[in-house]
Nanobody, 113 residues
Framework: QVHLVESGGGLVQAGGSLRLSCTAS????????MGWYRQAPGKQRELVAI???????DYADSVKGRFTISRDNAKNTVYLQMGSLKPEDTSVYYC???????WGQGTQVTVSS
């Protein structure tokens, strides 16, 4: 079992920045994928950014150039640095862990115009 604890959400004005963190504990595989998804009210959950334990990344087109994912494997922690935030980035952001399929509890990000 894997437990994910997220932090860093909040309210920010458009154009501002936030950093999310997610720390995994429990049965961690040597090779794994950690990342972030988001879900706005009435919409499906969508990928934001993911990063493998070997450093490969993938981003949604909508956040490329504005968000940066990074991780500290020694701490089993993944970060999402979000910049140039837009009102449409407002969502609940969820941390995710693979190869076993675990989700964090979610953290609200609200961007005001």
């Amino acid at each position: 079992q894997v437990h994910l604890v997220e932090s860093g959400g909040g309210l920010v004005q458009a154009g501002g920045s936030l950093r999310l963190s997610c720390t995994a504990s429990g049965s961690i595989f040597g090779f794994n994928v950690m990342g972030w998804y988001r879900q706005a009210p009435g919409k499906q959950r969508e990928l934001v950014a993911i990063m493998t334990s070997t450093g490969t990344t993938d981003y949604a087109d909508s956040v490329k150039g504005r968000f940066t994912i990074s991780r500290d494997n020694a701490k089993n922690t993944v970060y999402l640095q979000m910049g140039s935030l837009k009102p449409e980035d407002t969502s609940v952001y969820y941390c995710h862990y693979k190869p076993t399929d675990y989700w964090g509890q979610g953290t609200q990000v609200t961007v005001s115009s």
